[in-house]
């Protein structure tokens, strides 16, 4: 006895087709697909669509924008305190640049921090980031001095203590004026 008789609905298992049963034989069963052409197929070959319900282009329109809603929703908004925060922070710190100072002279540590200033503020100047802090620490100022010095350098730039609450005297904020 086949699971199908005239009038379902049903699927073809390895064809994009589908299609309402209009005839069945001992062993092969006829459709009529969606286009109209009559097609016989195994009782195996095909699925019965039990249940299956069918969505208008409405329907789904309407889900489509109901989800839109809600996502639009969750969007964050920016507090005016993270506005202004630094988008990039750069410890100048010896021991955040090297493994180790064993036999670096002063005169060595000093040059690689500078060189790490530099090399930095060349990135946030060619990917357009426009504030950075360079922590430097307190220390005896040295190479708060030698930043002030390479920062006077450029044109296009402001520099100034950065927030206090934040990073008390050891850091240096710079504002990178952007050419359009």
Known sequence: ???????DKVEVLDEAAKGMVIAIQTDI?????????????TPNQLLLLEGAFEVSNFEVAEIKTQK????????????????????????????QLTASTRGMTNF???????????????????????????IHGVGEG???EELKYLFNRYENIKHYDAEYQKYGLGATEVYIFQNS
């Open 1 to 7: 006895m086949s699971k199908f008789k005239i009038g």
């Open 29 to 41: 069963i006829t459709i009529e697909d969606e286009d109209g052409f009559k097609l016989d197929f």
């Open 68 to 95: 839109e809603e809600k996502a639009r929703k969750n969007f964050t908004v920016v507090k005016p305190k993270e506005r202004s925060a630094p988008r990039m922070e750069v410890d100048l710190h010896i021991h």
């Open 108 to 134: 060595e540590m000093l040059n690689l921090q500078l060189d790490t200033a530099k090399r930095q503020l060349e990135f946030a100047m060619k990917k357009r980031i426009q504030k950075v802090v360079f």
């Open 142 to 144: 040295v190479l708060k």
